[in-house]
Structures are given as structure tokens and as C-alpha cells.
């Protein structure tokens, strides 16, 4: 039976299929970095440094772009217990009181991070000598993701709904 539906993969915005698409080279690449370095140091004795640089670094970016997805999912841990109990003036109050202040941490931290990449454009790793930008990049990219995701929800005047069932 054939139907004219799109699929759920289909249906993601292609950033959001590449974003998730570089999570999972991220991780497959931690886990072969890790693995060999067990192995190495099990049987061998021995291991590859650099492989730790390598997982660390894939760590940051991807806990950096998978809090972007779960924002835009609606995905991260929410607290309703004030907002479910008050009245749809006070909760409509209360979410642009917490859209600003996500906006002044996320403005704030932009500002950090870019001065840390700065920073780490003279400053290189101790084993493979990439500049520590990199690391820092990554909070930076996560910064600018959250500001999207704010702007998202203030233009729509609600926070993304997460289509996971809550815990009461």
C-alpha cells in the first residue's frame, strides 16, 4: 500500500538532519577512538594520546550541537510547577521573563565564547596542535543555536511543545 505521506526523515528540516547527521559521526568517532585506545592499553600496554584529544574535542561538539537539537525539539528539562498553577496572563508573563533571561545568558555566553576562540587562535592543544578555537567554537555555535531557538519561540509567543510524554 503506497501513500503520498513523507516519512518523519523526509520531514526534518535539512539543518536539523545535518545536525544530527554530524552527532553521529561525532560519537561513532569517540567510540572507535576510545575503543582502540582500550585495547591498546589492555593488550598492549601502549595507547594513542591523541585519541584522547580527539574524543575530548568530539565530546564538546557534540553535547554543543545535541543541546541545539533537544532545544529545538522542545526537549530539554522544563519546571512547570509555577507556570501550571497561575492564571494564562501571569504564564504568558512569566514565559517572556524567561525568554529574556535565556537571552542575556545566551547573549552573555556568545560574548564569552567568542573572546575564549580569540583567545585560542594563539593557544594549540599539547599532542596535535590544533588551536583550542575549536574547542571553544563550540559554545559559541551552541550560543548562536539558542538564540535562534529563542527568537523562534518569542516570534511564535509559546515555548516548543516536546512531543515526549511529561513525568506528573
Not at 528540516?13 to 575503543?35: D, Q
Not at 508573563?93 to 524567561?98: M, N, Q
Request: hydrophobic residues 55%; charged residues 15%; neutral net charge.
Amino acid at each position: 500500500m503506497s501513500t503520498n505521506n513523507p516519512t518523519e526523515q523526509e520531514r526534518k528540516p535539512l539543518l536539523k538532519r545535518l545536525a544530527e547527521g554530524l552527532m553521529v559521526l561525532a560519537l561513532a568517532g569517540m567510540v572507535i577512538a576510545v575503543f582502540i585506545n582500550v585495547v591498546l592499553r589492555y593488550v598492549f600496554h601502549t595507547s594513542i594520546v591523541s585519541y584522547e584529544e580527539i574524543s575530548r574535542l568530539l565530546f564538546v561538539w557534540l553535547v554543543a550541537i545535541g543541546s541545539i537539537v533537544a532545544a529545538f525539539e522542545g526537549a530539554h528539562l522544563g519546571f512547570d510547577m509555577v507556570t501550571s498553577r497561575v492564571g494564562p496572563v501571569t504564564r504568558k508573563v512569566l514565559f517572556w521573563v524567561s525568554q529574556l533571561l535565556i537571552t542575556a545568558c545566551m547573549v552573555l555566553l556568545l560574548w564569552g565564547s567568542w573572546e575564549q576562540v580569540l583567545a585560542g587562535w594563539s593557544s594549540y592543544s599539547t599532542v596535535l596542535g590544533y588551536p583550542l578555537a575549536l574547542g571553544a567554537a563550540a559554545t559559541l555555535v551552541l550560543a548562536i543555536g539558542m538564540l535562534v531557538v529563542v527568537v523562534r519561540d518569542m516570534i511564535r509567543g509559546t515555548p516548543t511543545e516536546s512531543s515526549e510524554t511529561s513525568v506528573e
